[in-house]
């Protein structure tokens, strides 16, 4: 909607191609939405936003590994829900690498800086174009450019501020957030609950 390139990754070109479809019907006015492979979709993107269940983190990172580049940003979406290995959605499973964030970095290529963010938005929000995303968006990257981008890209969402959050390791506490919030979504039978900080007048 905010005119930037977008394509839409997925094992399976057909269904890349249908959400695609999909994305540009919603839209309502015309947008650039494609659909390619997870492989060729990493191959021609600057930004890299992984979101996959966090059981499926490893085999899609690994399958697409050949295909990143060279100062590319991998921005990793997925939350470590205990729902992705059969448990709740209220609760994280423990991460070996310290969080999900942090596993993506420990298997990409060096050249690609790995950056947290939009984990606690809700895709109800973000899939509805009439809906005001109302959430911040907390980013944790080692690397300042790369948060920088991203930084940049949640400008591009009416209603979402970004926050540099600090380093990559930080992502520990973002991704806890979420299951708080998805238990918030059940007490109060909703299902965007969201996150804004206060207190700090110059969001990037
Ligand atoms: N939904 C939200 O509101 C929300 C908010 C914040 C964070 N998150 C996090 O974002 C991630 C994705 O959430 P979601 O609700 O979009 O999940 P989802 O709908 O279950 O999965 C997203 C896509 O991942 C691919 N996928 C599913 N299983 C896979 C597998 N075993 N191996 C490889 N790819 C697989 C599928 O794409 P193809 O079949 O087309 O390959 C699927 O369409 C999760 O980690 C979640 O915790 C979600």
Same mark, same amino acid.
């Given at each position: 909607?905010?005119?930037?390139?977008?394509?839409?990754?997925?094992?399976?070109?057909?269904?890349?191609?249908?959400?695609?479809?999909?994305?540009?019907?919603?839209?309502?006015?015309?947008?650039?939405?494609?659909?390619?492979?997870?492989?060729?979709?990493?191959?021609?993107?600057?930004?890299?936003?992984?979101?996959?269940?966090?059981?499926?983190?490893?085999?899609?990172? %690994?399958?697409?590994?050949?295909?990143?580049?060279?100062?590319?940003?991998?921005?990793?979406? !997925?939350?470590?829900?205990?729902?992705?290995?059969?448990?709740?959605?209220?609760?994280?499973?423990?991460?070996?690498?310290?969080?999900?964030?942090?596993?993506?970095? !420990?298997?990409?290529?060096?050249?690609? !800086?790995?950056?947290?963010?939009?984990?606690?938005?809700?895709?109800?929000?973000?899939?509805?174009?009439?809906?005001?995303?109302?959430?911040?968006?907390?980013?944790?990257?080692?690397?300042?450019?790369?948060?920088?981008?991203?930084?940049?890209?949640? %400008?591009?969402?009416?209603?979402?501020?970004?926050?540099?959050?600090?380093?990559?390791?930080?992502?520990?506490?973002?991704?806890?957030?979420?299951?708080?919030?998805?238990?918030?979504?059940?007490?109060?039978?909703?299902?965007?609950?969201?996150?804004?900080?206060?207190?700090?007048?110059?969001?990037?």
């Amino acid at each position: 909607m905010a005119g930037h390139q977008v394509i839409v990754g997925s094992r399976s070109l057909d269904r890349a191609v249908e959400a695609a479809k999909m994305i540009a019907q919603t839209a309502g006015r015309p947008v650039r939405v494609s659909g390619l492979t997870n492989e060729n979709a990493v191959s021609q993107a600057d930004v890299v936003v992984l979101t996959v269940p966090f059981t499926a983190l490893l085999e899609t990172l %690994k399958t697409v590994k050949p295909s990143f580049k060279p100062g590319q940003v991998l921005v990793n979406v !997925s939350v470590p829900l205990e729902t992705a290995v059969g448990g709740r959605a209220t609760r994280t499973v423990g991460v070996w690498a310290g969080s999900a964030g942090e596993l993506a970095a !420990s298997v990409v290529p060096k050249m690609v !800086s790995v950056v947290t963010a939009f984990n606690n938005v809700s895709a109800e929000l973000l899939k509805d174009p009439s809906k005001r995303v109302d959430c911040d968006v907390l980013v944790c990257s080692n690397d300042d450019n790369a948060k920088r981008i991203v930084l940049d890209l949640v %400008k591009s969402i009416e209603g979402a501020h970004g926050f540099d959050a600090g380093a990559l390791e930080n992502s520990r506490t973002v991704e806890q957030i979420t299951a708080l919030l998805v238990s918030l979504n059940i007490r109060y039978k909703v299902k965007n609950a969201g996150l804004r900080i206060t207190g700090i007048s110059h969001a990037s």
